[in-house]
Nanobody, 127 residues
């Protein structure tokens, strides 16, 4: 019932910034927790950031803490991931996801707990 479309990826140099957007269609997005994950070639999909439905709580992977910021605008049915001081190791396909039931500080970090996924957007960071 929910469709997610990521945008904003691209090629940047180390130290630069990007903002990813996740546009949601369908009903109920404002009641879902939202997360960002990424997957590099040959690696498992990993948690990047998560946010509760109200936006009152946020969670970050240690690798991005202090550099990335997750936010949402429920009135626009859109989530965001602002990425600062990008590094080559941030290179990956980034996915937006929505979790419709029983989220908490643990489930918000687990890919298997998410119900809807976008198609992904490529972020490439060069030296």
């Amino acid at each position: 019932q929910v469709q997610l479309i990521e945008s904003g990826g691209g090629l940047v140099q180390a130290g630069e910034s990007l903002r990813l957007s996740c546009a949601a269609s369908g009903r109920g997005f404002m009641s879902y927790a939202m997360g960002w994950f990424r997957q590099a070639p040959g690696k498992e999909r990993e948690f990047v950031a998560g946010i509760y439905r109200s936006g009152a709580r946020t969670f970050y992977a240690d690798s991005v803490k202090g550099r990335f910021s997750i936010s949402r605008d429920n009135a626009k049915n859109t989530g965001y991931l602002h990425m600062n001081n990008l590094r080559p190791e941030d290179t990956a396909v980034y996915y937006c996801a929505a979790q419709r039931t029983s989220y908490n500080s643990t489930s918000i970090q687990r890919p298997a707990e998410y119900d809807y996924w976008g198609q992904g957007t490529q972020v490439t960071v060069s030296l």
